[in-house]
């Protein structure tokens, strides 16, 4: 509860600084997904980026993204999704409404999966090492996922909701900024063998990783 207080009493000083104090909002230059590499370290590749349809797309309040199943030589996959918002609030007719990312954690039993497990756990690869990150192991059926995703915007990564509202709140009061982005891991658990995909995780991550502060502002 301590939490939730203090994440609201943040949005409204946010609110009444943004309605009576802010300047035009600032969106930092960055490069287009379309333009990430198909090949990485490792022998890691993605055979074709995925196209979200326009529904997804404006439901998602995406304003680029980087979507595919990357492969290596020894048959491992994982899905890669980084969803940047160059805004997390739309103006429209001298107002404002939410634009903020969509929490995989409440996105996933709304699909299906249960999370059978729930964690926050040290990156240990990329610029942010060290930093907490949320780890998922989820359920559908017979099919389990390893998951990892955290929030990336504006020089942090925050695994915490309650926080990325906060930095948003701060952000937006006094940087007019409030891009920000989801970075999301998802890896089939094969036969219940958690560490194989764990082990799939660690190799992918730091390829990425170290390529996205041009596509994700700092």
């Known amino acids: ?38 090949e990485l370290e ?12 326009d529904r997804i797309r404006r439901n998602l309040g995406v304003t680029d993204y980087l979507l595919c199943d990357f492969w290596n030589q020894d048959g491992r996959v994982a899905n890669v999704y980084v969803g ?38 040290p990156l240990e690869e990329g610029p942010h090492r060290g930093t907490r990150v949320r780890r998922l192991l989820i359920a559908r059926g017979d099919e389990r996922q390893l998951v990892y995703y ?9 695994a915490e909701d309650w926080k990325k509202i906060l ?17 999301r891991f998802s890896v089939p658990v094969f036969r219940g063998d958690e560490e194989s995909a764990e082990a799939t995780f660690r190799s992918l991550a730091p390829s990425v990783l170290s390529r996205l502060p041009a596509y994700v502002p700092e």
């Open 167 to 183: 930095y948003v709140g701060f952000d937006r009061a006094t940087r007019q900024r409030t891009d920000g982005s989801l970075v």
């Open 84 to 121: 940047y918002h160059a805004s997390q609030v739309r103006e429209e007719g001298g107002g404002s409404r939410e634009n903020s990312i969509h929490p995989p954690a409440h996105c996933l039993p709304g699909s299906g999966w249960d999370i059978i497990h729930n964690e926050l756990v």
């Open 1 to 38: 509860m301590l939490k939730l207080g203090v994440a609201l009493g943040f949005l409204a000083l946010n609110l009444y600084t943004y309605y009576f104090l802010a300047t035009d909002a600032v969106i930092p230059e960055r490069r287009s997904f379309s333009d990430f590499p198909a």
């Open 42 to 53: 490792h022998g890691w590749s993605c055979d074709q980026f995925v196209q979200m349809d």
């Open 150 to 158: 955290w929030y990336q915007s504006r020089g942090r990564v925050v």
